[in-house]
């Protein structure tokens, strides 16, 4: 619904939009279509104190059934171009990752095809550090524009400077990713569109298609995989049921739509548990749960 200021939407439905399509609501969501809506925002001591959370496209976020009540923060109008600039390219952080790969394919950029896969944000990709086919968006990355809500200020970090590790990229509190800055590398246009496919259909054959998830639950522990030790762990049980694991990669679950956030959480607790009673191995969650 939305009010008197036509950049604020409350109650926004995280189960609408998301791609678990479920989720609590977002009391006000902020949509931020220039770096001066930023600074207005944030010159009000009292918006600084609430709790922040900045979404992307919703694809590896779950809201609980109490929802989010602070500020929430949703990029467009200027953050939703890519700019070719002499050496680099400027992305916002809005740009979808799909969107991001053909624009390159079109360009001739070689490098961005696994992106063409990831339903994500650039935002959420430099977040999470995300990657696929053995390339992660570090590899790609120069530097990251952020605002400080706190000092009220753009500031830009070189990747040499940031840890970024394994699907944990630019995770610094208070802060919202603006752009980011990546590289350029030209490259033959037949040979990018046919790595683009031959991606796509590696994805088909190994992961669910269609249906309500995100992704990976958990991240991968060293020299395992999460989808065997949970294969491996539970019951057929998990594999029935309105949340249930892929029968395709027991590392991925599928729900029905508007099912409680609260249940998922629970159904993914369950999984933690039973690896861990089984390998004690603690699988640390890549979904992001918010409450
Ligand atoms: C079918 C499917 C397949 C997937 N495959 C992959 C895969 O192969 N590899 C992979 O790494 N991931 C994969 N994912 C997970 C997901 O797409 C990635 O983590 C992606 O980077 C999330 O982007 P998003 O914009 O949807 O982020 P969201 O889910 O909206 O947010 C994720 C996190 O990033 C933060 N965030 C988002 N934007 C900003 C910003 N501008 N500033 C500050 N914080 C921000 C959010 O607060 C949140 O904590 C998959 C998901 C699905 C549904």
Redesign the pocket.
């Known amino acids: 619904m939305k009010q008197g200021n036509k950049n604020l939407i409350t109650n926004y439905s995280s189960a609408k939009y998301?791609?678990?399509k479920s989720g609590g609501k977002i009391s006000h969501l902020h949509k931020i279509f220039r770096q001066n809506n930023l600074i207005d925002l944030f010159n009000v001591d009292e918006i600084k104190e609430k709790s922040l959370?900045?979404?992307?496209?919703?694809?590896?976020?779950l809201i609980k059934d109490e929802g989010f009540n602070g500020v929430g923060?949703k990029?467009a109008g200027d953050?939703t171009s890519v700019q070719i600039k002499t050496d680099y390219m400027l992305v916002g952080?809005?740009v979808?990752?799909n969107y991001l790969s053909k624009f390159c394919y079109q360009n001739s950029i070689s490098g961005y095809e696994?992106l063409y896969?990831?339903?994500?944000?650039?935002?959420?990709?430099?977040?999470?550090?995300?990657?696929?086919?053995n390339q992660?968006?570090k590899d790609k990355l120069i530097s990251v524009i952020?605002f400080d809500i706190y000092d009220n200020k753009v500031y830009e970090k070189n990747i040499n400077e940031l840890q970024f590790d394994y699907?944990r990229g630019?995770?610094k509190k208070n802060?919202?990713?603006?752009y980011g800055k990546f590289k350029i590398q030209h490259g033959n246009q037949k040979y990018i569109k046919n790595l683009m496919l031959e991606y796509e259909s590696i994805?088909n054959h190994t992961?669910?298609?269609k249906v309500n998830?995100?992704?990976?639950i958990f991240k991968n522990p060293l020299n395992h995989s999460a989808w065997k030790l949970i294969k491996s762990s539970i019951d057929k049980s998990f594999y029935e049921g309105p949340i249930k694991l892929s029968k395709i990669h027991s590392n991925?679950f599928e729900n029905d739509p508007n099912i409680s956030a609260n249940s998922i959480d629970s159904f993914i607790t369950k999984i933690q548990k039973k690896v861990k009673d089984k390998h004690k191995i603690l699988l640390e969650k890549?979904?992001?749960i918010?409450d």
């Open positions: 998301s791609w678990l959370l900045v979404i992307g496209n919703l694809s590896n976020t923060i990029l953050f952080a809005a979808l990752d696994f896969t990831i339903p994500g944000s650039i935002g959420g990709n430099i977040f999470m550090n995300a990657g696929c086919y992660e968006i952020f699907r630019f995770q802060t919202i990713i603006l994805r992961q669910p298609q998830c995100c992704g990976s991925f890549e979904l992001r918010i």
